[in-house]
């Protein structure tokens, strides 16, 4: 009975003790890995978001660049982080299509993390350097079945979501294009701006300031439906190719072990966060939707993007060592 009792009373201490923790946290600074280049997609959606964390919560939430292996170098300091809360994970659609991808990767996306919450989706951008004849989708594939295996296209690198997406339309537009990857978007976007490659399928807001500048030139957008930011700009679907469509995706992951309490807290936070109106607007002028919802929202969307380019890598035979 006192055995019991000494159970009991130690169980409402540490109970006690979480809920006293869950309340001083965060009591340090956070890091927010990005797996890409600044100026990037992810880093574009990964800082507007620390900024406001960073008033909300009281600490400085810190976006720390980690470009290489296609996003994999940042994801595999992440999943051998302390899962202490003070490190979260921005991943993309390219991370779930590389667990088919990569047959030796140092981490699993699943396995080695738990979802905090779907940041935001985007479509990608065709966009072209504007010395490119092509006026559109339809006479972007004939410029390219003119010259099979010379046009290039660029991409954040291999395997990347950009990379796939270009893929997808080289399968499904019977065309050969030249694949030229770089360490992420922006590098990529540079490349175009600069004549290095004639077109990419660039994340909306990496492609957003070097449309109005008019560097690049939009041919359409990937997504099933017009992006609000580019009213003019077609679907590839309409345009030229009725069953293509693929849409990129942003979120947050934390090392598995992560306490739950705080999960929820910065679930909570960022929740709100995406709900404002200066954030739904900045995104929506970046081509971007908001997120939101739970970490099991977030997971069960990632889980079935899983699943899906499991297929798309394998009927494409795109798997890499």
């Not at 280049?37 to 960073?54: N, Q």
């Not at 470009?67 to 982080?81: C, F, H, R, T, Y």
């Not at 972007?140 to 395997?159: D, F, H, M, N, V």
């Not at 290095?196 to 997504?223: I, W, Y």
Request: charged share 20%; proline share 7%.
């Amino acid at each position: 009975m006192k055995e019991a009792m000494r159970c009991a009373a130690g169980a409402v201490l540490l109970a006690g003790a979480m809920g006293c923790a869950a309340q001083g946290y965060p009591a340090k600074p956070i890091r927010v890995l990005v797996g890409y280049a600044p100026g990037g997609g992810s880093d574009i959606m990964a800082r507007a978001v620390a900024a406001k964390l960073t008033e909300r919560v009281g600490q400085q939430v810190i976006v720390d660049n980690r470009p290489g292996a296609s996003a994999n170098l940042a994801a595999e300091i992440a999943a051998k982080a302390a899962p202490d809360g003070y490190t979260v994970l921005m991943i993309s659609t390219s991370h779930a299509i590389a667990k088919p991808m990569y047959r030796r990767l140092g981490y699993d996306v699943e396995r080695d993390f738990v979802p905090l919450i779907e940041v935001s989706s985007v479509p990608f951008v065709v966009v072209v350097h504007p010395s490119l004849p092509a006026k559109d989708v339809k006479g972007l594939i004939a410029l390219a079945r003119a010259q099979p295996g010379k046009l290039t296209y660029g991409s954040s690198g291999e395997g990347s979501s950009d990379h796939i997406a270009g893929e997808l339309f080289r399968a499904i537009g019977k065309v050969d294009l030249l694949h030229v990857p770089y360490k992420g978007g922006a590098p990529s976007a540079l490349a175009l701006v600069s004549g290095e490659v004639a077109m990419l399928f660039n994340s909306a807001p990496a492609a957003m300031p070097h449309l109005r500048s008019g560097r690049m030139r939009a041919l359409a957008v990937t997504g099933t439906k017009r992006a609000t930011a580019l009213p003019d700009v077609p679907t590839v679907a309409e345009a030229a190719l009725p069953d293509y469509s693929i849409t990129n995706w942003y979120g947050f992951l934390m090392p598995r072990g992560t306490a739950r309490e705080q999960v929820q807290r910065l679930n909570g936070e960022i929740d709100r966060i995406l709900a404002l109106p200066d954030i739904r607007e900045r995104l929506l002028a970046l081509g971007a939707e908001t997120g939101g919802g739970s970490p099991e929202r977030f997971g069960e969307l990632l889980q079935a993007e899983i699943r899906k380019y499991a297929k798309v890598v394998a009927d494409a035979k795109l798997q890499i060592e």
